[in-house]
């Protein structure tokens, strides 16, 4: 049964692993392996031609293409054309396909089977030139990293915030660095935390206006490539002063969990084991997480989120570590990323990423793990 791919933007990780082509949209469809085919625009049509894997590129022209109110029935018309040239009358599609898309194309009497599978395994298992693309990626974010902890190194305290000369330093400014270095190695970000205390709390809030002396700062960067398209995904907690005996002992139990992670990371190994492994880890050390079986300290600072999870073309995929069964196997890359939080206080997390093999986890980080600026700026 050929299968049809339609893409929901430049960021539909599925359409760009099967066709190779970054689009707005796009039609891709595969009738087997070696004799796949995509249609685009007449003005993407070269473009496409240049960066396309598919043996056969067209113009959506050829295949019907007609304007129309409705984008979904366009589409669906365009791809009932192209399967009836081929006698094709059902196809597969991922469980991610707009319900506008399966509904027009059954109005074209197109049988759709939903394979929830879909490039699960083959973009799980990642091949020497996917992890050379996510080490760059790690490499750019761990440069963008170094940028952001060099400025806080530099810093000055004045009223309790940090300085550079008359400038004060803030959440924008640090992410406006992270850009700029990353964009200088080859690599972008959509997004880009650099989170000051309290709302560091917030396992996914950004950062926003000035940062303050002597409290947790989480630099949690994730760039792609800007011609692979694969992720890395960095994070380091620094301070900038003195760090309070809180954050320290905080700082230390999420090092330490973070290593035993690491230090059990092979195939074969259930991820559910890695995960509550560091829970247990937290709980030792008096701290506490939202995992049912290791309730720990409620009152402090807890460990709210899962272990890690798998990168490549999206910065979230399979497999992931957190508290549900699912066995590493060789050619994953993942992270691992504890963290400690609480609100009005703050939060700490250290993350890294790295490739699954047979005989433990090879580690694509370089950076240190300490909270001490100065580390970095060597």
Same mark, same amino acid.
Request: charged residues 20%; aromatic residues 10%; glycine residues 10%.
């Given at each position: 049964?050929?299968?049809?791919?339609?893409?929901?933007?430049?960021?539909?990780?599925?359409?760009?692993?099967?066709?190779? #082509?970054?689009?707005?949209?796009?039609?891709?469809?595969?009738? /087997?392996?070696?004799?796949?085919?995509?249609?685009?625009?007449?003005?993407?049509?070269?473009?496409?031609?240049?960066?396309?894997?598919?043996?056969?590129?067209? =113009?959506?022209?050829? #295949?019907?293409?007609?304007?129309?109110?409705?984008?979904?029935?366009?589409?669906?018309?365009?791809?009932?054309?192209?399967?009836?040239?081929?006698?094709?009358?059902?196809?597969?599609?991922? @469980?991610?396909? &707009?319900?506008?898309?399966?509904?027009?194309?059954?109005?074209?009497?197109?049988?759709?089977?939903?394979?929830?599978?879909?490039?699960?395994?083959?973009?799980?298992?990642?091949?020497?030139?996917?992890?050379?693309?996510?080490?760059?990626?790690?490499?750019?974010?761990?440069?963008?990293?170094?940028?952001?902890?060099?400025?806080?190194?530099?810093?000055?305290?004045?009223?309790?915030?940090?300085? $550079?000369?008359?400038?004060?330093?803030?959440?924008?400014?640090?992410?406006? @660095?992270?850009?700029?270095?990353?964009?200088?190695? =080859?690599?972008?970000?959509?997004?880009?935390?650099?989170?000051?205390?309290?709302?560091? /709390?917030?396992?996914?809030?950004?950062?926003?206006?000035?940062?303050?002396?002597?409290?947790?700062?989480?630099?949690?960067?994730?760039?792609? !490539?800007?011609?692979?398209?694969?992720?890395?995904?960095?994070? $380091?907690?620094?301070?900038?002063?003195? &760090?309070?005996?809180?954050?320290?002992?905080?700082?230390? /139990?999420?090092?330490?969990?973070?290593?035993?992670?690491?230090?059990?990371?092979?195939?074969?190994?259930?991820?559910? =084991?890695?995960?509550?492994?560091?829970?247990?880890?937290?709980?030792?050390? !008096?701290?506490?997480?939202?995992?049912?079986?290791?309730?720990?300290?409620?009152?402090?600072?807890? #460990?709210?989120?899962?272990?890690?999870?798998?990168?490549?073309?999206?910065?979230?995929? =399979?497999?992931?570590?957190?508290?549900?069964?699912?066995?590493?196997?060789?050619?994953?890359?993942?992270?691992?990323?504890?963290?400690?939080?609480?609100?009005?206080?703050?939060?700490? $997390?250290?993350?890294?990423?790295?490739?699954?093999?047979?005989?433990?986890?090879?580690?694509?980080? $370089?950076?240190?793990?300490?909270?001490?600026?100065?580390?970095?700026?060597?």
């Amino acid at each position: 049964m050929p299968l049809l791919l339609i893409s929901t933007g430049e960021g539909d990780a599925d359409f760009y692993y099967a066709s190779g #082509f970054p689009c707005e949209i796009a039609l891709y469809l595969e009738f /087997a392996q070696g004799d796949d085919l995509l249609l685009t625009y007449t003005t993407e049509v070269e473009r496409a031609v240049r960066l396309s894997r598919a043996k056969v590129v067209s =113009d959506r022209l050829e #295949f019907g293409w007609t304007e129309g109110h409705d984008q979904f029935a366009s589409w669906a018309k365009v791809a009932a054309s192209a399967l009836k040239s081929r006698g094709a009358t059902s196809v597969r599609v991922a @469980q991610a396909l &707009p319900v506008g898309y399966t509904h027009a194309l059954n109005a074209l009497g197109v049988d759709i089977a939903i394979d929830n599978e879909l490039f699960v395994v083959r973009r799980r298992h990642k091949g020497e030139d996917e992890v050379a693309a996510i080490q760059a990626a790690q490499a750019a974010g761990e440069a963008a990293c170094k940028a952001v902890i060099s400025e806080l190194f530099a810093a000055e305290v004045s009223n309790g915030t940090l300085w $550079r000369g008359a400038l004060q330093l803030t959440s924008e400014y640090l992410a406006i @660095q992270a850009s700029a270095m990353a964009l200088d190695l =080859d690599h972008r970000f959509n997004e880009i935390v650099i989170a000051g205390s309290p709302g560091c /709390a917030m396992t996914h809030f950004s950062g926003h206006g000035a940062l303050r002396a002597d409290a947790p700062i989480v630099i949690d960067l994730f760039p792609y !490539g800007r011609s692979s398209r694969y992720f890395g995904d960095t994070t $380091r907690t620094v301070v900038a002063g003195s &760090p309070s005996k809180e954050f320290i002992a905080a700082h230390a /139990a999420v090092l330490a969990a973070h290593q035993r992670g690491i230090s059990m990371i092979r195939a074969g190994v259930n991820a559910r =084991d890695v995960h509550h492994a560091i829970c247990e880890t937290f709980v030792e050390a !008096g701290f506490g997480t939202n995992t049912a079986e290791f309730g720990g300290n409620r009152e402090g600072p807890q #460990f709210s989120h899962g272990t890690g999870h798998g990168i490549g073309l999206a910065i979230h995929e =399979d497999p992931y570590l957190r508290d549900m069964d699912w066995t590493l196997e060789e050619g994953d890359v993942v992270t691992i990323e504890p963290g400690l939080y609480l609100k009005g206080w703050g939060g700490v $997390r250290i993350e890294d990423a790295g490739l699954v093999t047979t005989t433990g986890f090879n580690n694509f980080n $370089r950076l240190p793990y300490g909270h001490d600026p100065a580390e970095y700026t060597s």
